[in-house]
């Protein structure tokens, strides 16, 4: 296959991302995945960092099963100079994306002791958190009878959680957290920006983030409580203890993690249950269901598909998925179209709750750099689903929503919506 690019099919412009809708896109996805199931492409534009003169182009691989195989194949597709599309500086990238920019063995150390830290009784007292959680946001929505539920409900939830979680003290500071999480996945929309350049918005809020991070692993060291901050800062490796960048940069993850996956998942499916009424019928039908429960909550992931691409680098030069790839070059998984896959899912675009199997994409391919959160994320969205529909059956979104510019986290800015206030 030819390394030009595919005419007519300019996916990296940002004004693919920006001028057009999620629908029209995947028009040009089901194109490459039937044409040029890895295709190539000029370099991605960036609002954050442009690139160099004279910058190659990437691979983008667009089929639900390249992608998992893609994923699961550590050793040629490596996650090391990151898994943004964008070259940032490594102390950009090991400060504030911690394992998840590693590879063999460190990544299995780190991954390892990140897991050691989920004991079943830890467990237990994460998911009676969510619980709570979810019925205590729930406790103040309901009886408003109309609001901006991006906002008021889908930021809140994931970010009181990972807050709490980690021990964040209650007040300014667990809003800042929340704001700083948000401005992370946010510094490709002009409005986000509030006026300052993308690479300022997103520096601001990864400095302060570590900033919190080691402030509240100096306490913890000093004074362990029983939280996750506690438990990673505790956790052993073969050379001893984790330096505090480290922690820190494991802090920086999640909180972003937290606003990019949960936090847009959840604005997605209350829009696709106003498109697909039947749908919210059924669910409200089966809300006690745990089976019903967990149909939904992956179907959520794959219909929002929160993440839309990760980037990987080849580490030599191989012929794969019927191209000539070389060392160093770049590689886009893209999710989005993973998750429309014809092959994969009948109907694919249709939202359907009832769909079993359900092997998305949503939280990665699989492989070891799967999403570690994808269990307590489904928990979230089962709780906060249950709980909404009891309580505010007659919820629907006012008009449409006001989705985020960017290539990369497929977000909802704004998702105005009413409903019955409860008494």
Request: charged residues 30%; contains cysteine; proline residues 6%.
């Amino acid at each position: 296959m030819s390394t030009q690019p595919i005419a007519d099919v300019d996916i990296s412009s940002f004004s693919f991302w920006s001028d057009t809708t999620f629908d029209e896109r995947e028009k040009t996805f089901a194109h490459l995945r039937a044409t040029a199931p890895v295709s190539w492409h000029p370099p991605l534009e960036s609002k954050l960092l442009e690139p160099e003169e004279g910058a190659k182009g990437f691979w983008g691989i667009n089929t639900a099963d390249l992608i998992q195989k893609a994923s699961r194949d550590t050793k040629l597709f490596s996650s090391a100079s990151g898994i943004f599309m964008e070259d940032f500086p490594d102390v950009v990238v090991q400060g504030s994306l911690s394992f998840i920019v590693t590879d063999a063995p460190r990544h299995k150390e780190l991954r390892g002791i990140v897991w050691s830290a989920f004991t079943p009784g830890h467990m237990r007292k994460l998911e009676s958190d969510i619980y709570r959680q979810a019925k205590e946001l729930v406790d103040e929505i309901a009886p408003l009878g109309e609001a901006d539920l991006a906002t008021t409900l889908c930021k809140q939830l994931p970010g009181r959680l990972f807050t709490n979680l980690f021990g964040v003290p209650e007040g300014e500071l667990r809003e800042e957290v929340m704001d700083c999480a948000e401005d992370m996945a946010s510094w490709s929309d002009e409005e986000m920006c509030r006026g300052k350049e993308p690479i300022e918005l997103f520096g601001d809020a990864s400095f302060r983030l570590n900033d919190i991070a080691l402030e509240l692993i100096e306490e913890r060291r000093k004074k362990p409580q029983d939280d996750l901050l506690t438990w990673v800062c505790q956790a052993q490796t073969e050379d001893g203890m984790l330096e505090d960048w480290e922690v820190g940069s494991f802090f920086s993850l999640l909180s972003a993690a937290a606003n990019d996956t949960t936090r847009h998942t959840m604005a997605h499916t209350i829009w696709a249950f106003d498109q697909f009424p039947e749908q919210k019928q059924r669910w409200q039908a089966t809300l006690e269901s745990p089976e019903a429960g967990e149909r939904l909550a992956e179907e959520a992931v794959r219909w929002a598909t929160p993440l839309m691409h990760f980037r990987r680098q080849v580490t030599r030069d191989v012929e794969w998925g019927g191209v000539e790839m070389k060392q160093g070059d770049k590689v886009a998984l893209w999710y989005c179209s993973g998750n429309r896959d014809e092959n994969a899912f009948p109907d694919p675009m249709k939202f359907d709750i009832t769909r079993d199997p359900n092997r998305h994409v949503g939280f990665g391919g699989g492989g070891p750099h799967y999403c570690m959160g994808a269990a307590l994320a489904r928990l979230t969205l089962r709780s906060i689903f249950k709980e909404v529909y009891t309580r505010m059956p007659d919820l629907r979104v006012i008009g449409e929503p006001d989705f985020l510019d960017a290539n990369v986290v497929h977000g909802v800015k704004r998702l105005p919506a009413e409903w019955t206030p409860e008494r």
